[in-house]
């Protein structure tokens, strides 16, 4: 699948076909564009390498700022003034964009750094990222795990250069600029050089070799070159008194002729980024085919891990697509802390466990179990090191930057990898932690007075402390699970009765309908709430527009009321944004599978498409991504519960191989190629390992395990799933999650 990958989706604003039944009726508040770039990356690696404009939020592209509909102009075209390091992955405002070390290519003077040169050529692959500029130098970018190479062709020209800017970081919309605190930079001979730059206190250090034997290596400083200088050193940098720096390399080019940079990168000093580098790319002083070769080939590995079969080419690649996407983020730099001497795992750019915690994680369990325990690890090490287990977690200090988000997002993500039995953790260590990290921030008010405002962080916490009594009763601690399971019951207080839906406060990224149908740990006494089955589908109906009106979406900076009117429609919204993506699977727990299968038809086939504008919504490190590639696959994770819940699949079949060796086979009987606007395929029965699965759902451990699953369809409604005992399971008994 990897010759199908396309890194250009979701690069632009949407543009997605005219929409029609039900997903014409949902509404997007977030912005319409979904934030990606084409950049050089690897698997969960530290390193990512781009074009950049200074466009928002990446680095790459033509957009400014934007937190609501449709993202307004900062540049008409594609351009870049040379290419940067670790860029996120479809985030949003997240209010740190790194963009380091830019890397100019120039045949102009030095003065001329800065200057935007049209992309008159673009190219872009898993682990490759290649422009032309108008000044007519070609430029290729490869990276490793902790490493990025360059390689540029030059038009003939007396004076070639690359010029390194160590100063530049962050975007060039306002205030999204990065200032570092202190720079240091030397000379360690004619074609090797090395630095480190401290940004919100996080120190980033780089060492940098180039190819060129007969070009002179030079460090500048406010655009004035220092012939003879071999040390820059910036003990204390104020954003006022700011000038760029770096150091550059310059000489003569022959038309055609190639220049090669080598960056090893690390948290951890000078002298680990050159051991990073030489790891990566050996010790040069060429090395971009050996290490795109390599990077591709873990790629490919990655993808072979899911086969899928359809005669759509355009499913092909949107498929392939999202699973890129899904596995670029978080960064994971074992032995690479910078604020304290643990050697173990480390992560970064977890932007953000809200978006990630439902779709993204347990993807990354089933296919690579071995990086989510490193994550898992990392998760617990800074709860240790600062304090509390984050929501997000950047290259910089404070973890509890995006604690209004969500709480005790870790806790779900811990409970799937001990629910599945993966070596390499010490529970009774995760125990302590998790259970500490409940009684911070909102969790204090929900001890005291039943419940937190916001009010959807009741939910969080509620399940929350449901985890954690789960894994209690797996270490054997009873005492434990009786103090914590009495307050996983506490979901209820989020509800009003009187309305079935959670209370009126303060929602984040939506309204108090987003946040009314996650999949909670009782949901049979969820439904029975809201007034039972039907009572509860009436809502849900409501809620994702069937029998509404089709609905304008915003536009270019939509003013306060034009908001207001969409958020009063209470309205899905339509996979543009997180909070409600497990939505349309609340259908099977009220016996109404028929349902799921028509909203998620229309999400899949109808807010996913190819070209840069293919992503309905911010992709935000790949949550959205990694919900595609569940939905198509006729699968949903319910994230904690080791439930996963069964669909109409997008494709004829399809083959997972686990991380744990084994192999699910996805099968179909009376299958037909899905049309965006056509009618959806209900489920009719399904078979596991050839015996009939009399329930719409399986568990992790059968999923871990492997066999076949062969689904019969139809184009109609059938019985299956309505029972009630072949609904998914309702566990208000923590205990009851840890069952064998």
């Known amino acids: 699948m990897i010759d199908h990958v396309d890194p250009f989706i979701g690069t632009d604003i949407t543009d997605l076909p005219p929409r029609s039944g039900l997903a014409a009726t949902w509404w997007s508040p977030k912005p319409q564009v979904g934030n990606t770039h084409p950049g050089a990356t690897y698997p969960l690696g530290m390193v990512s390498a781009c074009a950049y404009s200074g466009a928002y939020p990446t680095g790459y592209g033509r957009h400014d700022l934007s937190t609501e509909g449709l993202p307004p102009e900062l540049h008409t075209s594609l351009r870049a003034s040379g290419f940067t390091h670790f860029q996120q992955s479809g985030t949003g405002a997240i209010r740190k964009y790194y963009n380091y070390f830019r890397v100019t290519p120039m045949i102009q003077p030095l003065d001329a750094l800065g200057e935007l040169w049209d992309i008159v050529e673009e190219e872009a692959s898993p682990g490759y990222y290649a422009a032309t500029l108008s000044s007519g130098v070609r430029c290729e970018i490869t990276v490793g795990p902790k490493s990025a190479v360059h390689r540029y062709t030059f038009p003939e020209h007396t004076n070639a250069r690359v010029v390194i800017d160590a100063s530049l970081g962050g975007l060039s919309i306002r205030h ?82 190639t220049v090669e940079l080598r960056f090893g990168f690390s948290l951890r000093g000078a002298e680990q980024a050159r051991e990073n580098l030489y790891n990566d790319c050996d010790a040069g002083p060429r090395s971009f085919e050996k290490r795109h070769n390599a990077t591709r080939r873990m790629w490919r590995e990655h993808f072979d891990q899911i086969e899928i079969e359809t005669g759509s080419q355009r499913q092909r690649t949107v498929f392939s697509t999202a699973l890129y996407h899904s596995l670029i983020k978080p960064c994971l730099a074992a032995g690479e802390s910078p604020f304290w001497p643990h050697d173990g795992a480390f992560a970064f750019d977890i932007s953000t466990m809200w978006d990630i915690y439902r779709t993204q994680l347990p993807l990354l369990t089933i296919l690579r179990p071995e990086r989510a325990m490193e994550l898992a690890e990392a998760l617990l090490r800074v709860c240790e090191e600062e304090g509390n287990l984050p929501v997000g977690y950047r290259m910089s200090r404070g973890s509890d930057q995006f604690f209004r988000q969500a709480s005790a997002l870790a806790h779900t993500f811990l409970t799937d990898l001990c629910r599945r ?17 409940l009684r911070r921030m909102y969790g204090e008010d929900f001890l005291l007075a039943g419940e937190t405002n916001p009010i959807s962080h009741t939910l969080d916490l509620a399940f929350g402390y449901w985890c954690t009594a789960a894994i209690a009763h797996r270490q054997g601690d009873r005492q434990l699970v009786a103090e914590l399971a009495p307050l996983a019951e506490r979901w209820r207080n989020a509800y009003d009765e009187a309305t079935g839906l959670v209370k009126d406060s303060a929602y984040y990224e939506g309204g108090k309908w987003n946040y009314s149908f996650r999949l909670m740990h009782d949901m049979a006494a969820r439904i029975a709430l809201a007034g039972g089955d039907e009572a509860f589908v009436r809502m849900l109906d409501a809620f994702f527009g069937y029998g509404a009106e089709h609905v304008t979406q915003p536009g270019l900076q939509p003013g306060v009321e034009e908001m207001r009117r969409g958020y009063a429609l209470n309205r899905f919204e339509g996979m543009n944004n997180e909070p409600d993506m497990d939505a349309p699977w609340a259908y099977q727990y009220a016996g109404r599978p028929d349902r799921t299968a028509e909203v998620v038809h229309a999400a899949v086939h109808q807010q996913y498409g190819t070209g840069r504008g293919g992503l309905p919504g911010n992709d935000d490190s790949g949550g959205l991504s990694s919900w595609y590639v569940w939905a198509a696959l006729g699968l949903f994770p319910v994230a904690g519960q080791d439930l996963f819940l069964l669909n109409a699949p997008s494709f004829r079949s399809s083959r997972i191989r686990t991380g744990v060796g084994t192999e699910l086979q996805i099968l179909t009987r009376g299958f037909t190629e899905p049309e965006p606007h056509g009618p959806a395929q209900y489920v009719q029965g399904v078979r596991l390992n050839g015996r009939e699965l009399d329930r719409s759902w399986i568990t992790g451990t059968e999923l871990a395990a492997g066999g076949t699953i062969d689904i019969e369809l139809g184009a109609s409604p059938s019985a299956w799933g309505t029972d009630v005992g072949a609904r998914p399971p309702s566990r208000p008994d923590p205990t009851e999650a840890m069952a064998p």
Do not use: K
């Open 176 to 257: 999204g600029a990065t200032i570092p605190l202190r720079a240091h930079l030397s000379s360690l001979s004619p074609q090797m050089a090395q630095g480190e730059i401290t940004v919100e206190g996080a120190p980033l250090a780089v060492h940098m070799e180039c190819d060129a034997a007969d070009w002179r290596q030079m460090l500048w400083y406010d655009r004035r070159l220092m012939p003879g200088g071999s040390r820059l050193d910036f003990e204390y940098i104020r954003p006022t008194t700011l000038r760029p720096f770096g150091l550059m390399w310059a000489g003569p080019a022959l038309a055609g002729q």
């Open 421 to 437: 039995g993966l070596p390499g953790m010490d529970w009774d260590w995760a125990l302590v932690h998790m259970n500490n990290d």
